[in-house]
Nanobody, 119 residues
Framework: QVHLVESGGGLVQAGDSLRLSCVVS????????MGWFYQAPGKEREFVGA????????AYADSVKDRFAISKDSAKNAMYLQMNGLKPEDTAVYYC????????????WGQGTQVTVSS
């Protein structure tokens, strides 16, 4: 079982930066890909980006790849989402998630953290 807890959300102004954290607990993570998703009010949950725990390889949605960056700290069992140049349309609940490297099913989810960007 994998347990994920996000933190770091808040209210910021357009153009500001924010770093979200996701602390992971449970079994060995080398078989996992960890990801970030966001869900804006009234919209579907969307993929932001992901990192393969064992290799640090990352992938991003086109809409954020020039502004957001994912990293991890294995010693702290933590994953981060650095968000720069925030826009009002980035306002959403942000979730971290985990899946095995051999599936496409995101099996484990955190509770989410709210990010609000004012104009």
């Amino acid at each position: 079982q994998v347990h994920l807890v996000e933190s770091g959300g808040g209210l910021v102004q357009a153009g500001d930066s924010l770093r979200l954290s996701c602390v992971v607990s449970g079994r060995s993570f080398n078989d996992y890909i960890m990801g970030w998703f966001y869900q804006a009010p009234g919209k579907e949950r969307e993929f932001v980006g992901a990192i393969r725990w064992s290799t640090d390889n990352t992938a991003y949605a086109d809409s954020v790849k020039d502004r957001f960056a994912i990293s991890k700290d294995s010693a702290k069992n933590a994953m981060y989402l650095q968000m720069n140049g925030l826009k009002p349309e980035d306002t959403a609940v942000y979730y971290c998630a985990a899946r095995f490297t051999w599936t496409n099913n995101w099996d484990y989810w955190g509770q989410g953290t709210q990010v609000t960007v004012s104009s």
